[in-house]
């Protein structure tokens, strides 16, 4: 099993900074790609940000420029640098990682509990 631990969430007003981050814990041989996903009251989850093995990044079109996502291999932990906050921003964060257990295994995808980021003045 693998646990996913998130922190950096919380109020900011706009204009503003904040740095999610997602440490991945357990059975883990390697990790492929990683991202951040974001889901806003009546709204359908959505991708942020992903980062490959490689450090292959791809953003949302609303985040692009102000967003900007990084990993460290070796503590297994994936990083969202968020700045020029915007209200729109306000929503639950949650981290996504897919991991190899073994290295002869495939990939099992695996989801953070979700921290809350609101944007207000």
């Not at 950096?8 to 390697?30: D, E, K």
Request: one cysteine or more.
């Amino acid at each position: 099993q693998v646990q996913l631990v998130e922190s950096g969430g919380g109020l900011v007003q706009p204009g503003g900074s904040l740095r999610l981050s997602c440490a991945a814990s357990g059975s883990i041989f390697s990790i492929n790609a990683m991202g951040w996903y974001r889901q806003a009251p009546g709204k359908q989850r959505e991708l942020v940000a992903a980062i490959t093995s490689f450090h292959s990044t791809n953003y949302a079109d609303s985040v692009k420029g102000r967003f900007t996502i990084s990993r460290d291999n070796a503590k297994n932990t994936v990083y969202l640098q968020m700045n020029s906050l915007k209200p729109e921003d306000t929503a639950v964060y949650y981290c996504n990682v897919d991991v190899k257990p073994e290295s002869w295994s495939r990939p099992v995808n695996y989801w953070g509990q979700g921290t809350q980021v609101t944007v207000s003045s």
